[in-house]
Each structure stands twice: as C-alpha cells, then as structure tokens.
C-alpha cells in the first residue's frame, strides 16, 4: 500500500501541487517524493511510501536501466512477478515486484501487459520517449484510483484518493473513480496537452479467467470441493510476499477465520519467524469478540481484543468518514470498528500488513437477502453486481480505514482465479442450502480440523452488527441512530431532497453522514451512485438485524 499522485499537461502552482499531493501523506509514511519528469515539462508526479517490499529498492517513480525513458507509478502488488521473470526471460535488477510491469510493457505493449498481471494495482506508465501514458487498475479495484480528464484544458490527473484531487484549482470536482478492470491510453501532445488516445478498455472480465492454468495448483476434475481449498490456499499463499509483519483482522465470522487459519498455515510452510498477530473488536456483549477467541485459541495466534464503548465509537464517525470519501450508510457504520482496530494495531504493534476477508459475501452470496433470491439465474446476476461495485463499498472501507493508519489491507477473497472459479460453478450450487448461506464454502472446509465446526457454521454476522450486543437498542446502528438524533432536526431532514438531491438521505443518520461528507467533498456526491441495500425484501435498513431471516449466533 502506498499512495500515487500525478498531474499531467498543467505545471500549476508549485505550493498548491504540493498541497494536494501531501493529503496522501498516511498511505506511505516511510518516504515520499515530489518531482518532474525530465521532457515533460508540464508534468509532476508524487509517491508516498509504505515499505512492505524490497525496502532499499523500490522508491518511485521506478526507472530501470534498460528503458531510461520508461516510468512507473504503481500502488499495489504484482504476486506473479517472480513467474513472469522466469516464463518471459526478463531482467530483474530492481528486485521490486512492479519492475515486470516496464519490462512486459516494452516486450510486449501496454494492452497485452495489462492482461499478464495477477495482482492489486493502481498504476501508470509514462514513456517519456513516445510521449506515451497508460493508466489501468485492478480487476475488482482492490487498490483504490481516481482520476480527472480534462479534454479542453488537455490535462490527466491521477490520486490514489479522492482527496488528491478535489481542492486542485479549476478542475479538482471532476475527480472520478477510475473503473477497476480497465485501462486508457494517452497520449501527449507538442503543447503539453494531454489527449486521450482510446476510451475505458476493459482487459479482462469476472469471471473469465482461466483458472486451470493457476502456477502451483493441479485441480481435480471430479472435487469440486477439494478444488476450492487448494484455488483459496493458494490465494492466501501468494499474498504472503511481504518484508513487514503480517497479521489478521479476525472477527470470528467464516470469512475472516478462513483466511486466519490458512494464512497460519501457509505461513509455519513458509517458515514465518514470528507468531502471527490476530485481532478483534467489540462491544459489550459483541458475539464477534467471543467467536473470535475461539478461533485464535484452535489455531494458537498472538490475539489481541481491541474494545470501544458507543460514545468511543460515535466520536469516531467524522474522522471516519473524512478518510472514506464516502457516505453510505453501511459502509460508514462498519467502518468505524475497523477505522478503531486499525488505529490501535499502528499504535501498539510492529504489524503492518493485514489479511482480510472482504469480497467473500458477494462472491459466494452471503448475505441474508440472497435466502430470498427469485432463481439461480437472478441469485447470480446480483453476485456478479455485487463483484462489480464493492470497490466503492467494502473493498473501500477495507482500503481507508487500513491506510488511514498505515497499513496495507490484502484480500484473498478476491483473488482473480479462485474467483474464477467459483463463478463457473453451477449457479444453483453457490446458493443458500439446507437454510445456510455460503453452503458450498463451508462444506469445502468441513471435517478438515482447519476451524472448529461451530465457527465454520456459524450464522452470517455484518462485521458492523457483530460488534455489538444484540440485546434490543445496543446493536451498533441502533445507538448510532440514537446518537444522531442530537445531531439533526426534524426541519434539517425535511429539507433532504432540496439540499440533497442525488441520493437524498430518508433518515436522520444518512443525513447526519451526507453532512460531514459535504465538508470535505461537497460536489463529489457522485462517487457512490446509489445506497446500499439489500434485494428481493422491502428493507429500508442496511442491517442484517433488521430482516426477518436473521439469526442471531451465540
């Protein structure tokens, strides 16, 4: 994790560069670095470091002798460098993971290389010599980008956050997600101007990879089940790459107690020489504090429970929603536990890299509301939905709350083979059975002493439910909703439509997050084009809690 920052075809004012590309300073704490690019004069790139790999060679931008004119600005990681080096012959001087994004893009182009990557990047390449700029990101836009084009003023500018960007004189509100799964092409003119020289590309669909051709992994034509532990081991091993400690969120639910128990594992076969940290938050009275002790008790970790009270929890929500860039109502409610646990892994251990088990509930539709999915085909449709938008939902709150502290969030979850392949199963079979959501993941894992039984069943839990009691008025979103009561009038609500328009918040809560995104990013309401919601049910809450179908875990 790190943060990038570029602003092509405007030179600017230098104070005011700086200003904004120095917002990105808590991605990348270790170094940073502000400089022109020598034969683009209107150009000006940044990087704040986060040392997780190759700590003595890989400040950026990177250069590489062979291709002088070459630069690359990349957030992120490339797992199958090492693979890449060996099958394509290429040199490797830097060390450094990206270092195969310069060479495969001078072997082989722009548009091929994309399609090589297995990794989570934001990323550009600027070829000074043919006046050349690419952008791509990942597949399920694990790291976060944001862009603007400014075609009439002939100007690129690119942030690992919004917040980059938004102040920027004269062009900052048009800041945009830049679309996981694509890339564009630029090119730059005699004037300096930065002209788009292909539209959005996508490189590469959910889905539709082939998951046969995994380096390490010889799957089972007939073992459906013995194909999903070694495609999801697999994820969880290649992520190890790391030269900082590593360790787990764990709630105590499936998902993140699936990626503890196989990154232990993974991590005693990969000869790891500190115990690997583990850690959870609550309330009082969460179920989450105490499933997770269970399983870091079965699989022995270094555990660490992180509590907050409500007023700890409601302090934390504007700062919270500072970082998110985002207004939802579920993803600012469930990013404050995380936001909190993050802030006390910075202050009080040397772990630095945090596995985590996001991606996992629209991959194998975990959540409740998917009990009451039409058919197959439509169960389907909204997973894949679901696959598409989480990067402005829970791939995003994974990312800030992590990086707000300086960490680096990795999640096997959304690794692009084993996501291939559980798509290409029989879509009756990746539905709830027997009442039990993520039936199919579950069963893969049973009988295998990897979790106790009675956590690898245990009933969906939202992480922003989970942390809080279930006695009636203590889940989390019902003291926030107390909390905000203070906060906003019945008048202010009132005028919600008028003040609000797109996306206008129905309850005093919304409105009270609509309100402190718009101090910030007042005219960037477009970043989340819709709020959460659950299908198929006429919800008109965001939590589990809620519905009808919920269960409560003990």
């Not at 499936?254 to 609550?282: N, R």
């Not at 309100?515 to 970043?527: D, I, K, R, S, V």
Request: net charge negative; with cysteine; charged share 25%.
């Amino acid at each position: 994790m790190c943060g990038i920052w570029a602003l092509f075809g405007h030179e600017g004012d230098v104070s005011d560069v700086h200003r904004q590309c120095m917002k990105l300073t808590h991605r990348g704490p270790d170094a940073w670095r502000l400089e022109r690019i020598a034969g683009l004069p209107k150009c000006c790139v940044g990087f704040h470091r986060l040392s997780i790999c190759s700590p003595l060679t890989g400040m950026q931008p990177l250069q590489v002798t062979h291709f002088p004119h070459v630069w690359l600005l990349y957030n992120g990681e490339i797992y199958n460098a090492p693979d890449l080096v060996k099958e394509h012959n290429l040199p490797w001087e830097r060390q450094v993971d990206g270092e195969v994004i310069i060479h495969l893009y001078k072997k082989f182009g722009f548009e091929k290389m994309v399609t090589m990557l297995d990794g989570v990047f934001g990323c550009t390449v600027i070829d000074v010599e043919n006046r050349f700029i690419g952008v791509v990101r990942d597949l399920f836009g694990v790291r976060p980008l944001f862009h603007v084009v400014d075609e009439e003023r002939g100007i690129l500018a690119l942030s690992s956050e919004a917040k980059g960007l938004s102040d920027l004189k004269g062009f900052g509100r048009q800041a945009k997600w830049f679309p996981p799964g694509h890339y564009r092409k630029f090119t730059v003119d005699t004037n300096e101007r930065v002209v788009p020289t292909s539209d959005y590309t996508r490189y590469n669909e959910i889905g539709g990879l082939d998951y046969a051709r995994v380096p390490r992994v010889k799957l089972q034509q007939d073992d459906v089940q013995a194909n999903i532990r070694a495609l999801f081991k697999d994820a969880v091993k290649k992520r190890l790459m790391a030269d900082r400690r590593i360790g787990c969120m764990l709630s105590g639910g499936l998902d993140s107690s699936l990626v503890t128990a196989l990154m232990v594992e993974c991590a005693k076969e990969h000869g790891l020489s500190y115990p690997i940290q583990t850690f959870s938050i609550g309330m009082e009275g969460s179920p989450d504090v105490v499933a997770a002790r269970k399983v870091a008790d079965h699989l022995g970790t270094e555990h660490h429970e992180v509590r907050f009270t409500a007023e700890e929890g409601c302090e934390a929500v504007r700062e919270t929603v500072r970082h998110l860039e985002s207004y939802d109502i579920t993803t600012v409610r469930a990013s404050v536990g995380m936001y909190l646990v993050s802030k006390y892994i910075r202050t009080h251990t040397d772990t630095t890299v945090i596995f985590s088990g996001e991606g996992s509930d629209e991959l194998c539709q975990g959540y409740i509301y998917f009990h009451k999915a039409p058919s197959p085909d439509e169960a389907d449709t909204e997973s894949r939905r679901l696959l598409r938008d989480l990067y402005m939902f829970d791939v995003l709150r994974s990312d800030r709350t992590t990086s707000a502290h300086s960490l680096e969030v990795r999640v096997p979850f959304l690794d692009r083979y084993f996501t291939s392949y559980i798509l290409s199963l029989d879509k009756a079979s990746r539905q709830p059975q027997k009442n039990i959501e993520k039936y199919l993941l579950r069963s893969a894992f049973s009988d295998t002493n990897l979790l106790p039984e009675e956590i690898l069943w245990r009933p969906k839990e939202a992480f922003s439910d989970g942390v809080s009691s279930t006695r009636k008025g203590q889940s989390w979103f019902e003291l926030l909703q107390s909390y905000v009561e203070e906060k906003v009038s019945d008048s202010d609500l009132a005028q919600a439509k008028t003040l609000y328009p797109l996306n206008p918040p129905a309850t005093k809560e919304a409105f009270y997050y609509r309100q402190l995104f718009a101090e910030h990013y007042a005219g960037l309401e477009h970043f989340i084009p819709y709020i959460w919601m659950p299908r198929w049910i006429n919800a008109t809450d965001p939590s589990a809690r809620t519905l009808s179908h919920y269960k409560e875990s003990t």
